[in-house]
């Protein structure tokens, strides 16, 4: 075998402060085993571990982002 191989790679796009973006189909194997499947043309895998459909995303890190960024700013007065 050269190590080489006539498949495309697979592509896999890092999102900051978000998720990692696959191109599916694809197949998670979790530490216990159990395997996950998404046919879909870009899988979105969690990498916040925040999402309750882990290992995919859920855009849970979105709402911790607006938390961060409402707390950040003083109080507004209306
Ligand atoms: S990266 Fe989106 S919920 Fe974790």
Do not use: I
């Amino acid at each position: 075998m050269s190590g080489t191989s006539d498949r495309a790679a697979t592509r896999v796009v890092v999102v900051p402060g978000g998720p990692l973006l696959v191109e599916g189909p694809v197949e998670v194997v979790l530490p216990n085993g159990t395997v996950r499947v998404a046919d879909r043309p870009v899988v979105a895998l969690c990498a916040c571990r925040r999402s309750r459909r882990y290992p995919f995303c859920d855009t849970s890190h979105r709402r911790r982002a607006r938390a961060d960024r409402s707390s950040a700013r003083p109080g507004r007065q209306g």
